[in-house]
């Protein structure tokens, strides 16, 4: 549901309250230069689940390094990849170690 001012230059807002179990996309079309899109969200405090803890102190979700842009004369896109790993040595571990909430 849109919210917010509806004028020429406001910025458009969208609200989904949940919870939700289903995945969400946003397709956005716009016809000038992308100035840019701003998230967030938010989790219940008791949704969290304490992730196990191994000999190394735990684990946590890594973020690798962004990737090269697909469109090198601008508006494409970038990505990186997130994966779990071991707090202090970073060594990829499988993805059930990790809170899939905090992902």
Do not use: H, M
Not at 58 to 79: D, I, K, L, M, V
């Amino acid at each position: 549901k849109a919210r917010g001012p509806l004028t020429l230059f406001a910025p458009e807002s969208i609200r989904a309250l949940g919870p939700t179990t289903e995945s969400l996309f946003i397709v956005i079309l716009y016809q000038e230069e992308n100035p840019g899109i701003e998230f967030e969200y938010s989790l219940k405090k008791d949704a969290v689940k304490e992730t196990p803890v191994g000999q190394s102190g735990g684990y946590s979700w890594t973020q690798a390094s962004w990737g090269e842009c697909n469109a090198p004369c601008g508006g494409g896109t970038r990505a990186r990849e997130v994966f779990c790993s071991a707090v202090d040595t970073f060594e990829r571990v499988d993805d059930g170690l990790c809170d899939p909430y905090l992902r």
